[in-house]
């Protein structure tokens, strides 16, 4: 019988854990849980304007998931993850993906069915679900008492954010889960969280309803896998211990392993990172949390190239995505 294996996450960090499971499809079942807080870029725009929920994580999500043996597969893929660069105030920095599932969750009644019938299109091996029905606005209070709301806000902050630490984080008011990712952590063999942004990507799934209890309640192995860089006015001058202690903060749970990258990151990109007050997160292990931390060689070897018309930040630096499925899968299998 196959394993159920659950992901939390969603953007660049939620893709590549996805791209590298989905070659395990045969041996697990997948289910991703993404939040559905995004307000910034393409998906903000339409969230606003059509009153849907935020589709960015989660085509990003389906589009790792896709069967890549279909015929004109890498078409289908790249049309999903391709963003105008012409148009003026039009569709300029809109993602194609975005548009076609807003426009498909007006026709056919529901941003569930839209998921649905894009999963159907591409092949998808596993589940994508919005970790609610409804979208959620987060609130993050820093050291200084300054109050922060909205997910773009938090992720693009004001310099003066990076001066001061998020001490509380949560939701404007109280969103239910959806019945769909209650029964995912319910019947999950492994929670995964991460790699993503601390705050904004991660624990925005976690803070909604009662994820946190569920995943406080499951008997699944919980594996964090750690950033490589920090995220400015976020997580600047956390070390491993840290982003580990505010998991437990958080979620209530501490993970059972942790996934730490050993290899140099590239000095020329570090210094491009540099310039914005982010750096390499350090491996200070797990601190006093009880942890097994696995350590080895999870970085990619070529460098991110921006894709034209896109105006958000990206990361420069990241993980490789069969090498983490690899030791995903390895501590699956040890775990059961």
């Given at each position: 019988?196959k394993?159920?294996?659950?992901?939390?996450?969603?953007?660049?960090?939620?893709?590549l854990?996805?791209?590298g499971l989905?070659?395990?499809?045969?041996?697990?079942?997948?289910?991703?849980?993404?939040g559905?807080?995004?307000?910034?870029g393409?998906?903000?725009?339409?969230?606003?304007?059509?009153?849907r929920?935020?589709m960015?994580?989660?085509?990003?999500?389906?589009?790792?998931?896709?069967?890549?043996?279909?015929?004109d597969?890498?078409?289908?893929?790249?049309?999903?993850?391709y963003?105008?660069?012409?148009?003026?105030?039009?569709?300029?920095g809109?993602?194609?993906?975005n548009?076609?599932?807003?426009?498909?969750?007006?026709?056919?009644?529901?941003?569930?069915?839209?998921i649905?019938?894009?999963?159907?299109?591409?092949?998808?091996?596993?589940?994508?679900?919005?970790?609610?029905h409804?979208?959620?606005?987060?609130?993050?209070?820093?050291a200084?008492?300054?109050?922060?709301?909205?997910?773009?806000?938090?992720d693009?902050?004001?310099p003066?954010?990076d001066?001061?630490?998020i001490?509380?984080?949560?939701?404007?008011s109280f969103?239910q889960?959806?019945?769909?990712?209650?029964?995912?952590?319910?019947?999950?063999d492994?929670?995964?969280?991460?790699?993503?942004?601390?705050?904004?990507?991660?624990?925005?799934?976690?803070?909604?309803?009662?994820?946190?209890?569920l995943?406080?309640?499951?008997?699944?192995?919980?594996?964090?896998?750690?950033?490589?860089?920090?995220?400015?006015?976020q997580?600047?001058g956390?070390?491993?211990?840290?982003?580990?202690?505010?998991?437990v903060k958080?979620?209530?749970?501490t993970?059972?392993?942790f996934?730490?990258?050993?290899t140099?990151?590239?000095?020329?990109?570090?210094?491009?990172?540099a310039?914005?007050?982010?750096?390499?997160?350090?491996?200070?292990?797990c601190?006093?949390?009880?942890?097994e931390?696995?350590r080895?060689?999870?970085?990619?070897?070529?460098?991110?190239v921006?894709k034209?018309?896109?105006?958000?930040?990206?990361?420069?630096?990241?993980?490789?995505?069969?090498?983490?499925?690899a030791a995903?899968m390895?501590?699956?299998r040890?775990?059961?």
């Open positions: 019988m394993k159920k294996v659950v992901v939390i996450g969603g953007g660049t960090g939620g893709f854990v996805c791209s989905k070659a395990y499809a045969d041996e697990i079942d997948i289910s991703v849980i993404v559905v807080s995004d307000n910034g393409s998906t903000g725009k339409l969230r606003d304007e059509f009153g929920l935020p960015g994580d989660l085509r990003m999500v389906l589009v790792a998931l896709a069967d890549e043996s279909l015929i597969s890498a078409s289908l893929r790249e049309l999903f993850l963003r105008f660069n012409k148009g003026g105030e039009g569709l300029q809109h993602n194609f993906g548009l076609l599932l807003t426009a498909l969750s007006d026709v056919v009644g529901s941003e569930e069915k839209a649905a019938v894009v999963s159907r299109m591409l092949g998808v091996k596993g589940r994508v679900l919005p970790v609610a409804s979208m959620t606005t987060l609130v993050a209070t820093y200084d008492g300054v109050v922060v709301k909205g997910e773009t806000h938090i693009e902050p004001t003066d954010r001066m001061h630490c001490v509380d984080f949560g939701l404007e969103v889960e959806s019945a769909e990712v209650r029964e995912a952590l319910q019947t999950a492994m929670i995964v969280l991460g790699p993503g942004d601390l705050y904004t990507s991660l624990l925005a799934a976690c803070v909604v309803g009662d994820v946190a209890q995943m406080r309640d499951s008997k699944a192995p919980f594996v964090y896998i750690s950033n490589l860089v920090s995220k400015f006015g997580t600047t956390y070390d491993t211990a840290r982003y580990v202690s505010e998991i958080y979620v209530g749970r993970p059972d392993a996934l730490i990258n050993t140099p990151l590239p000095e020329e990109l570090i210094a491009r990172y310039h914005t007050g982010e750096c390499p997160v350090v491996d200070a292990g601190g006093s949390v009880p942890t931390c696995i080895g060689d999870f970085l990619a070897s070529e460098e991110v921006t034209a018309g896109d105006v958000l930040k990206r990361s420069l630096i990241r993980h490789d995505a069969h090498k983490l499925s995903l390895d501590y699956l040890k775990a059961h």
